[in-house]
């Protein structure tokens, strides 16, 4: 079974800029998560897609974050415009369903870093 | 707000010893748990989990425990291998929606 892929692996850009992650979740997977880890934390939940439905964006900075998942499969988180303290680990997870049966699996991530 | 927290940042422990890494949660309408292992430019491995309607659960070399009185669960490796170095988080959920919350996780370091 193939893994959740994300792309790019690196990505490091200047204060103000945009940038977008890209996250192909294991296929039938219908729940995809996006997770920022900060370095010598753990992930913290940004989004959660059902299908192509949002269930929980509550701690997505909605002002520079945004996040979409076209057709219910791939999804894209972009930041506009960053900062510094957007450098960290953002992971994509995702799961058959999102209630009883969990069965996460994460992604190896694109490590961002905001100069 | 919910927290999950791990009690060490970092567990140093001799190849052939067991470790034991613990974790407390505040919610205590959490009613699933996970361990993850996670190495150096990888994503969250996951290890073992457990219901809340069990009080202990093993897999292979290892154990989770979970005291919901104290709202506390720990991971038990048994003869602990390099390889298992790495971060171990503990990850807490509440109702059908999935989400997870981590703890910051332990740093084990397994000595030759």
């Known amino acids: 079974e193939a893994g959740v892929a994300q792309s790019p692996r690196y990505k490091i850009i200047e204060k103000r800029q945009s940038v977008a992650f890209w996250c192909n979740p294991i296929?039938?997977?219908?729940?995809l998560y996006w997770y920022q880890q900060i370095l010598g934390q753990g992930p913290k939940l940004l989004i959660q897609f059902q299908n192509n439905g949002v269930v929980d964006d509550s701690q997505l900075p909605k002002d520079r974050f945004s996040a979409e998942r076209l057709k219910g499969v791939d999804s894209t988180l972009k930041i506009q415009p960053a900062k510094l303290e957007d450098s960290a680990v953002y992971l994509c997870a995702s799961s058959l369903s999102a209630g009883g049966n969990y069965g996460y699996t994460f992604g190896s991530g694109t490590r961002l870093t905001v100069v | 707000g919910e927290s999950v927290g791990l009690h060490l940042p970092t567990l140093s422990v001799q190849e052939g010893d067991n470790s034991i890494i613990n974790c407390a949660y505040s919610?205590?309408?959490?009613?699933?748990f996970i361990w993850y292992k996670q190495e150096s430019g990888k994503g969250p491995q996951f290890i073992i989990d457990i219901r809340s309607n069990m009080d202990k659960r093993q897999g292979q070399r290892v154990t989770v425990l979970l005291n919901k009185t104290v709202k506390h669960l720990s991971l038990q490796i048994a003869a602990t291998q390099p390889g298992d170095s790495a971060v171990y988080f503990c990850a807490a959920a509440s109702g059908g929606y999935n989400k997870l919350i981590f703890g910051a996780g332990t740093r084990l370091a397994v000595h030759p």
């Open positions: 296929s039938g997977h219908a729940t």
């Open positions: 919610n205590s309408a959490s009613d699933y």
